[in-house]
């Protein structure tokens, strides 16, 4: 399994970003895919799941109305659209796959080196 997310950067508050995830080793068509995220100094906490076929999407509460999961099962790709960020989304952002989520902490699954997402005030 390989995850290789990319997209971060600085952004001001209010601004947006899109995140994209390279997936390989496994048959990314037939698997949930998600991300999560870590504050510093905090545990990953799940942001969002789409269903293999693109159609079912979940959100955590404080990214909703604000972020998009999409993917591309023909390229292999998993994207997240942030919208309206806030300088509490400040975090490194994940791709996962067969993330166990706990009370909203991702316990265990596979992700990637992770991506750098800072917003500025």
């Known amino acids: 399994v390989q995850l290789v997310e990319s997209g971060g950067g600085l952004v001001q508050r209010g601004g947006s970003l899109r995140l994209s995830c390279a997936a390989s080793?496994?048959?990314?068509?037939?698997?949930?895919m998600g991300w999560a995220r870590q504050i510093s100094g905090k545990k990953i906490e799940w942001v969002s799941n789409?269903?293999?076929?693109?159609?079912?999407?979940t959100y955590a509460d404080f990214v909703k109305g604000r972020f998009t999961i999409a993917r591309d099962n023909v390229q292999n790709t998993l994207t997240l659209e942030m919208k309206n960020l806030e300088t509490n989304d400040t975090a490194v952002y994940y791709c996962?796959?067969?993330?166990?989520?706990?009370?909203?902490?991702?316990?265990?699954?596979?992700w990637g080196q992770g991506t750098q997402v800072t917003v500025s005030s």
């Open positions: 996962g796959k067969d993330l166990t989520v706990v009370a909203g902490q991702v316990v265990n699954g596979y």
């Open positions: 080793g496994f048959t990314f068509s037939t698997f949930t």
């Open positions: 789409i269903s293999p076929d693109g159609d079912q999407t």
